[in-house]
């Protein structure tokens, strides 16, 4: 299982990487693979802003729907549109080309809150 120590991460199973004050977030390899074969992404919230632990999307798996949580209080400023056609991306390359959306975060401080990739290597049991 892949935890790249760079990011950060939520008990979500979403990964964060901070850039300035922006933050790419996409869903861990721990999350693609129990969710199996990705077939959809949606993400209805590009340009507004959202407070930490708000819905921002939903990914859709083969035999099931899960919803996406907003790590840091901010606006989403990016969409990820390859996923739109190819969300199977998300399986082969969660952390890379399977990114989902950026967000330009307004609270600084939510970032502390974040876990590290040993962290979250102990919840997930890896």
């Not at 939520?10 to 990705?38: C, M, N, P, R």
């Amino acid at each position: 299982m892949n935890i790249p120590a760079d990011l950060k991460y939520t008990k979500d199973h979403e990964w964060i990487k901070i850039e300035g004050d922006v933050a790419t977030v996409g869903i861990t390899d721990f999350a693609q693979s129990e969710l199996g074969d990705i077939v959809y992404v949606e993400v209805e919230t590009l340009d507004e802003t959202l407070n930490r632990e708000e819905v921002f999307g939903t990914v859709e798996a083969v035999k099931t729907v899960s919803d996406l949580f907003q790590p840091l209080s901010g606006e989403i400023v990016a969409f990820n549109e390859a996923l739109e056609d190819a969300p199977e991306i998300v399986n082969s390359d969660p952390y890379g080309e399977g990114w989902m959306v950026k967000i330009k975060f307004n609270n600084p401080s939510e970032v502390e809150d974040l876990m590290s990739a040993d962290a979250y290597k102990e919840l997930v049991g890896a």
